[in-house]
């Protein structure tokens, strides 16, 4: 199958993973799982997870732009809608149809019991479960961006995921950090409450560990992930244990793996060698000099490698900065526009 370059032309699916934090409904719904814990010393729960400035918008846009090639792109939330419709009406008529909503009780069908749940690591362990998804698919974080026209073979090459990222070596020290702080704060100072935070990192080892592997892990940063869904399902289907301790928890728990790496350490054991660098600009503006948002933009409008663009914590940034951002990539959503209809 490997050699059969017709894999190339099976249809991919977009999924993206949005809430919107500002709902009082959702901010209801998190209130009465908190069980009378305070909500900042809880790091899976923290309110800035949770918060939308509309980047939503402009991640299905930017698919819609520069991958023509979707077939369908899903929008994964908990009875929420982000409201698309007229701007995709407005800039893609002909794309309406390929744009879905999908539920949480959809995708956590048999699992009902574990919603409602605040943790991406739990909903990223279900988006294979769609109605319908394409085998191979990209799953895009909502504060995720295509800034340029991408191909099919950016992600799958004869059927497999491209791996964005590379190899580092088991993080002993972070783990070591992690036991310790835990140490700390529940046996010395008495908080029973304390949870360490869920590192990135650790979350990613954990993924490695599991998957088999014990002195090296395959690190990724923030660009939209290719997935095949058959490796989640076949996974989860011979560990219905694991995968029932992993999406029990509500927030976002140290002791989850990451999901989305532990795919990639499963592609990898089993002799995928499609992996290439990043291609990514990652921008996390808060509490940066003035002039960090114009940097990071002319470092994209220089480095044409450059693909993708992540922007973590947009709401921790003031409307100024915000403003520039999206009114950058609105000029890059129209300028390509301009040049596709000539």
Request: aromatic fraction near 14%; proline fraction near 5%.
């Given at each position: ?5 017709a ?12 809430v ?6 959702h ?16 790091p899976g729960a ?25 077939r ?7 009875e ?6 007229d ?9 309406l ?6 539920d ?26 769609i ?5 191979n698919?990209?799953?895009f ?6 800034i ?80 095949n869904?058959?490796?989640?399902k076949?996974?989860?289907?011979k ?13 976002k728990?140290?002791?989850?793996v ?24 990652y ?7 003035e ?27 003031n ?6 951002v999206?009114?950058w990539?609105e000029?890059?959503?129209q ?8």
């Amino acid at each position: 199958m490997e050699n059969d370059s017709a894999n190339d032309n099976q249809a991919i699916d977009v999924v993206i993973s949005w809430v919107d934090g500002n709902d009082p409904d959702h901010q209801k719904k998190v209130d009465a799982h908190l069980d009378n814990r305070v909500r900042k010393f809880i790091p899976g729960a923290h309110p800035t997870r949770f918060r939308s400035v509309n980047e939503i918008k402009y991640c299905v846009l930017s698919v819609f732009t520069f991958a023509p090639f979707v077939r369908n792109v899903y929008v994964v939330s908990d009875e929420q809608n982000p409201g698309l419709y007229d701007d995709i009406r407005r800039y893609f008529p002909d794309r309406l149809q390929s744009f879905k909503v999908v539920d949480h009780k959809e995708i956590f069908k048999g699992y009902e019991k574990y919603l409602p749940t605040f943790s991406s690591r739990t909903i990223e362990s279900m988006i294979w479960r769609i109605d319908g998804l394409s085998d191979n698919f990209i799953y895009f974080n909502d504060d995720s961006f295509l800034i340029r026209k991408t191909e099919t073979s950016d992600f799958f090459i004869r059927g497999k995921p491209v791996l964005r990222g590379g190899w580092l070596p088991s993080p002993w020290p972070r783990t070591l950090w992690a036991a310790f702080q835990n140490l700390i704060q529940k046996s010395l100072l008495r908080n029973k409450d304390f949870q360490p935070k869920p590192s990135y990192h650790l979350g990613q080892w954990l993924a490695a560990k599991l998957a088999g592997f014990r002195f090296r892990y395959f690190y990724f940063n923030h660009t939209p992930y290719s997935i095949n869904k058959h490796t989640a399902k076949h996974f989860f289907e011979k560990k219905p244990g694991f995968f029932e301790d992993h999406v029990q928890h509500r927030f976002k728990n140290h002791k989850q793996v990451n999901f989305i790496s532990l795919l990639y350490h499963i592609e990898l054991k089993s002799g995928n060698k499609y992996i290439s660098r990043p291609d990514v600009a990652y921008v996390n503006p808060t509490g940066r000099s003035e002039g960090y948002i114009d940097k990071k933009i002319e470092l994209c409008k220089r480095e044409e490698r450059i693909k993708f663009l992540c922007v973590q914590s947009m709401d921790l940034c003031n409307k100024e900065e915000q403003d520039k951002v999206f009114m950058w990539l609105e000029e890059l959503f129209q300028k390509s526009r301009s040049v596709a209809n000539h």
